[in-house]
């Protein structure tokens, strides 16, 4: 091998009597001898250090400015090649390992649940919550008032009922400007304020939207009437007489769907209220408006939106008449929605291709980490659960996060153990699977359960609230047990009631009931509230509850909490274990936990209950929670198990034993995961 001439620069590092054992192969130091005599001739008496200094040398710098060809020679040694190499596979396999382990955490990593799975939704109705102005009727800065009462009760997403402007025909779902607020409520800085506080307090606003319809108030519905466009369809218009409706379609709230418009001279399709005027979804401007809408609050920052009446949105165009119930029924005399079959007005083929696009418009802003946007919607199907499941989709089209289940509801036509299983497997059996659940018993369409099956029910019904799996949905004052309120007729205010004053909704609307003050703490106004108070307000009240380890209340904050921190409640199977005519029972594991619950909810009398008859059970059960709080801490052996009525039981058990292995036809899972106790974490499996 041989050097090429080394410059006078290059000579700078290679000095005088300076051995370097690199040079040894292949006679390589001969030539570096006679390179070392040319250098010994070029070479300065100095050289310049990387300060700029001049100084003499006295050491060496190993490779420090050697020219490439002497590096190269360096380089291809065993002793620098093998160490080179051992590196470069090294960092390879660990690169590759780490890829590894980076697919595998992710392949075995369980579904996170979202903050609309892992709290109650808590339903405010606005004009009942808190006033803060004292004019009689609740208001945002209200709601911003009591934002503690959710931390308090461990409820982080909060869904208030309508705030748009509105002539409050129908309490706010007759919408003027879907783009303000009602100056009854408050203003647009109310509720950005209202917004910004909750955020900062890890609160969700999940908001109503109303698309079926707008009051007809609404600018929009003004300029159809004249023909206006773009808005002469935006409405659904039909040819009539001032006398006869277009076809039998009747509204929810009782006689025809249709009302003559003499200014337009056609007839407007209205599904609730003659002020509630339907928009016309075939019309893609109107579509293109709605979705605006929801972008307009999703820029805003709400969480969420309940999708209002959906099943209403589309109707079929040929507008032919709907079949009759009982068709021997004189049609003259049909004037309410159970007497017709509504094949032509509820569930349209192309509503879920709406939906579906309201997914993909949340989707949008769901990007960023923490802000998922969720839908639920309401829809009444009764017996036709299929249609219900179907605005869950699939797991490729997405809709609504769940549909509200309304079933529950149904919990006082024959109240047992037997019916409150029959409801819930209804549920569980229909929902596609890995779907989330939701419970619902209460709403301000709906009576309170306190009224409809007794208030001694109310703890048991919240217990087995907290404890089913999926979403619990708490209406404003559940949580303290608050009762329908008495009405006289010719005080009702809900448009409904005044059609049919059985049907009246103010009862369960009634003033929250904070404290055992003037209006119950709900305003200051000293002669007027929106509805009355109910007089049981001195006792049933946050105020008188909070503290009182034995109270609704408290009894419902200790659950709701349990639900958060206990796995096996907020993402366990749950297995039906019994059921007769005094209690529903089930049972919540969790793969990988020993620790279990049993819950006994009496729905019925008081009841000694032998579950030795089911396999699988532990021997001993611990009360862990009882509505009564006298049997806390109380054991029951399986075979003799005591319920007062209206308990609820949370008992609690140790086994290594998992139950549904052995009873899988009976139990559900909707994010199965396993827990890895010496680790800590969850996996999936
Ligand atoms: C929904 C609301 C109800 C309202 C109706 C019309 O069902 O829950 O209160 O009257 O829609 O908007």
């Not at 409809?452 to 048991?460: F, H, L, N, P």
Request: aromatic share 12%; glycine share 6%.
């Amino acid at each position: 091998m041989s050097l090429t001439r080394v410059s006078r620069s290059d000579s700078l590092e290679l000095q005088e009597g300076v051995y370097n054992t690199a040079f040894e192969e292949d006679g390589s130091r001969a030539a570096l001898d006679e390179t070392d005599a040319q250098v010994e001739a070029d070479r300065p008496s100095a050289s310049v250090n990387v300060d700029g200094e001049l100084s003499s040398y006295t050491q060496i710098k190993p490779y420090a400015g050697m020219p490439k060809e002497v590096l190269l020679l360096y380089s291809s040694q065993a002793r620098y090649r093998l160490p080179r190499e051992i590196l470069f596979w090294l960092i390879v396999a660990c690169t590759l390992a780490l890829i590894a382990l980076s697919i595998t955490v992710i392949a075995l990593s369980p579904r996170c649940l979202s903050w609309w799975q892992t709290s109650p939704v808590y339903q405010v109705y606005p004009r009942s919550f808190k006033d803060s102005n004292n004019d009689g009727i609740g208001d945002l800065k209200g709601i911003k008032e009591k934002l503690e009462h959710f931390l308090y009760l461990n409820i982080k997403a909060i869904w208030i009922s309508p705030f748009y402007k509105s002539p409050m025909r129908d309490f706010g779902y007759d919408v003027e400007d879907f783009r303000d607020i009602d100056p009854i409520f408050g203003t647009m800085e109310d509720f950005d304020d209202l917004l910004i506080s909750m955020h900062d307090q890890g609160l969700k606003l999940i908001m109503d939207f109303i698309p079926n319809h707008s009051s007809d108030k609404h600018v929009w519905f003004q300029s159809s009437r004249r023909r206006e466009e773009p808005y002469t369809d935006y409405y659904v218009w039909a040819n009539c007489t001032a006398d006869k409706p277009p076809n039998n379609w009747v509204s929810v709230f009782g006689n025809s769907s249709w009302t003559y418009d003499p200014l337009r001279g056609q007839c407007y399709l209205h599904q609730f209220l003659k002020e509630q005027p339907d928009l016309n979804f075939r019309n893609p401007h109107v579509r293109r408006e709605m979705t605006d809408i929801i972008s307009f609050w999703l820029d805003k920052g709400v969480d969420g939106f309940r999708m209002d009446a959906v099943k209403h949105i589309l109707e079929a165009a040929h507008l032919r008449n709907e079949p009759q119930v009982d068709p021997s029924q004189p049609p003259e005399l049909v004037d309410t929605e159970f007497e017709l079959y509504h094949d032509y007005t509820y569930t349209q083929v192309g509503l879920h291709d709406i939906l579906r696009a309201w997914r993909v418009e949340l989707d949008k802003y769901s990007r960023e980490a923490g802000r998922y946007r969720f839908m639920v919607t309401e829809s009444y199907d009764y017996e036709e659960i299929d249609k219900t499941m179907m605005y869950y989709s699939t797991d490729f089209v997405r809709e609504s996060d769940f549909p509200f289940n309304f079933y529950l509801l149904d919990l006082p036509q024959g109240l047992s153990g037997v019916r409150a299983q029959e409801l819930v497997s209804l549920w569980m059996t229909n929902m596609p699977q890995g779907k989330w659940p939701n419970w619902v018993v209460g709403n301000h369409d709906k009576p309170r359960m306190t009224s409809s099956v007794g208030k001694e029910y109310v703890r048991a019904i919240n217990m087995m609230m907290l404890t089913l799996p999926g979403t619990p949905t708490t209406y404003y004052g559940e949580e303290i047990g608050m009762e329908n309120v008495h009405i006289d007729e010719e005080d009702i205010q809900d448009p409904f009631g005044k059609f049919n004053p059985n049907a009246t909704r103010d009862p369960q609307r009634s003033p929250m009931q904070w404290t055992g003050g003037l209006n119950a703490g709900f305003s200051g106004n000293n002669t007027w509230t929106w509805l009355p108070i109910h007089d049981n307000y001195t006792t049933v009240n946050v105020e008188a509850q909070t503290g009182d380890d034995g109270s609704i209340l408290e009894q419902y904050r200790r659950l709701s909490q349990l639900r958060e921190t206990e796995l096996a409640l907020h993402r366990g199977w749950m297995c039906f274990v019994w059921s007769d005519a005094d209690v529903f029972v089930y049972l919540r594991e969790q793969d990988g936990l020993n620790r279990g619950f049993l819950v006994v909810i009496n729905l019925g009398r008081a009841a000694t209950t032998d579950l030795s008859s089911v396999s699988g059970l532990p021997e001993q059960l611990r009360v862990h929670t009882s509505t009564i709080p006298e049997n806390q801490g109380r054991s029951y052996s399986r075979g003799a198990v005591a319920t007062a009525e209206g308990e609820g039981l949370l008992l609690e058990f140790s086994s290594n034993q998992r139950f549904h292995t052995s009873h899988a036809s009976s139990c559900y899972i909707s994010e199965k995961a396993c827990y890895l106790s010496v680790l800590d974490i969850m996996y999936r499996c």
